[in-house]
């Protein structure tokens, strides 16, 4: 199999997106070398990485719970993992040893956060799908941060796809993720990982320690009481469901407006952003003087431009719309078309 028909495979199977990263560029640049997640740690016969993306359904970001969310973002995990089982396995039964990777792995030594031994987001940059955010997801300019990824390592060698090098991201002058974000976390193309957790993460691995810690330390009174808590309810939850644990947050995804899907069904839903302050909006402002003052910015430094768009941003999500409007009027004109004869009848 050559990467045309590793790609061709994948979409078959319903990956919304499908691109091809080279092992030896993702050894060669990890996300923090102070602390690689590389597929030579995982296997040192890894020569590419297929990166396969699912969209989550647009509708679940117009619901009024976060738990809708949630709950399609299990099934659109597991889905996910099935596209990526099958191509696994096609490869293996053409002679190419083939695995794929846990998508949501948190592996605790590594910065005692969620960080797995392979980071998705910057698989997928690696892949040619798209770049980060200011909020560090990966936007991809189809769907925006509204996806998931996981990787095929394969010992086959096949024609990587190229990193873009244009910003999808619209950056500081636009800051709506900043201004959603109901805890804080996001940074200048940077994320404070613990701040996010309180609210993506309710009752992740941190709120289920500080539960069990609390009820071994309580006296009597505060083991019943703690027995009834709705901490209690919300890692039953997790445990059967996975709702709570992960992706509790929909707020970042949800007003990214990077993306058709968000042009046909969020603009309207999510314009306004109920969560935005004059403090960060202040905040936006000063990250965009700090760019155009070409201050020191962790998240743009040297290292990480590469997943930034080192070209910075160049219209893509205007140019995108303009396109996008263009197509809907023409549609419009067609159905017009076709509903005059029954008018006239
Ligand atoms: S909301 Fe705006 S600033 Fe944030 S990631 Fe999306 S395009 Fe970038
Ligand atoms: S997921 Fe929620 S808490 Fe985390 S950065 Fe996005 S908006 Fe903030």
């Not at 590469?306 to 205007?318: I, L, N, S």
């Amino acid at each position: 199999m050559d990467a045309q028909q590793v790609k061709e495979l994948a979409k078959s199977l319903g990956a919304d997106l499908v691109g091809i990263a080279s092992a030896k560029t993702l050894n060669a640049f990890p996300p923090d070398p102070l602390w690689p997640q590389t597929p030579e740690l995982i296997s040192k016969s890894c020569k590419s990485v297929i990166v396969v993306a699912s969209r989550i359904p647009v509708a679940a970001f117009r619901a009024k719970s976060g738990v809708v969310v949630q709950y399609m973002d299990m099934l659109v995990l597991r889905r996910m993992d099935k596209i990526a089982y099958r191509i696994a396995d096609a490869l293996e039964k053409e002679g190419h040893p083939s695995f794929v990777t846990a998508a949501q792995e948190t592996d605790w030594d590594f910065k005692h956060a969620s960080y797995g031994r392979l980071s998705t987001r910057h698989m997928g940059i690696e892949a040619g799908l798209g770049t980060f955010g200011l909020e560090v997801n990966i936007l991809t300019p189809e769907f925006g941060p509204r996806i998931y990824l996981t990787g095929i390592l394969t010992d086959l060698e096949l024609e990587p796809d190229r990193i873009m090098t244009e910003q999808v991201c619209i950056g500081e002058s636009c800051s709506r993720c900043l201004h959603s974000c109901p805890t804080d976390a996001v940074k200048h193309f940077g994320i404070d990982k613990r701040k996010c957790a309180e609210a993506a993460q309710e009752f992740g691995f941190m709120t289920s320690l500080a539960t069990w810690e609390r009820f071994i330390d309580g006296d009597t009174e505060q083991k019943k009481e703690a027995i009834r808590s709705r901490d209690i309810y919300g890692l039953w939850q997790g445990l059967l469901r996975v709702v709570g644990s992960f992706g509790d947050c929909p707020r970042c995804l949800a007003v990214c407006p990077v993306g058709n899907d968000y042009h046909a069904h969020l603009s309207s839903e999510q314009k306004v952003i109920p969560e935005k302050t004059p403090e960060k909006v202040a905040r936006g402002k000063a990250f965009k003087q700090a760019r155009k003052d070409g201050d020191e910015i962790d998240g743009l430094n040297q290292w990480n431009r590469r997943w930034v768009g080192p070209d910075g941003y160049q219209g893509m999500v205007a140019r995108q719309m303009q396109e996008f409007k263009k197509q809907q009027a023409q549609r419009a004109s067609e159905n017009k078309f076709k509903r005059e004869p029954e008018d006239i009848s």
